[in-house]
């Protein structure tokens, strides 16, 4: 697994987001989490879905929606900083109770609450990305870590065309 940006232990930590260019102006709403759940939230929970690098925030969506529907519908980067790096609880992959959570497939009730608790715990939470086992996601409660995160930038994504291939 890569290893944790050096900028954890002091300086600056940034985080990454892709949304729907509709959704840019609320990026840090929580609400598809709020409604849905997500791999490491309940539904009812506002966690805000980001990475600690924009290619993984790209990959994190594409897995969902596709390289198809990011080529071809307008989506909205974000990029900021978390002003609290000490805020920062990062979960190692030996942290996970249960070692399957680390791979894809359907969240369990069980992994959304150990999610739930940590959230409810800290500003930021730093998991292990299922999509890329060798990068890091970055999940946050905006009412929590209000204050704690800032200097926000937003720009209209591109994605090289190249990656939406035509099936064969």
Request: proline share 8%; charged share 15%; hydrophobic share 45%.
């Amino acid at each position: 697994m890569t290893p944790l940006p050096a900028i954890l232990g002091g300086g600056e930590l940034t985080g990454w987001r892709l949304d729907l260019a509709r959704h840019g102006a609320t990026w840090d709403s929580g609400e598809g989490a709020f409604l849905s759940g997500g791999r490491w939230n309940s539904p009812g929970v506002r966690a805000v879905y980001c990475a600690l690098d924009p290619a993984t925030a790209i990959l994190e969506v594409a897995v969902h929606k596709t390289f198809r529907i990011l080529d071809t519908v307008a989506h909205t980067l974000t990029r900021f900083t978390v002003l609290e790096p000490a805020a920062v609880h990062v979960v190692q992959p030996s942290d996970v109770p249960n070692p399957n959570w680390l791979h894809p497939g359907i969240p369990s009730p069980g992994q959304r609450q150990f999610g739930d608790d940590l959230l409810a715990r800290h500003k930021f939470v730093v998991f292990p990305s299922v999509v890329s086992s060798h990068s890091w996601n970055l999940l946050f409660v905006a009412s929590l870590a209000a204050g704690a995160y800032g200097d926000v930038e937003q720009e209209r994504f591109a994605l090289d065309p190249r990656l939406h291939t035509a099936a064969p």
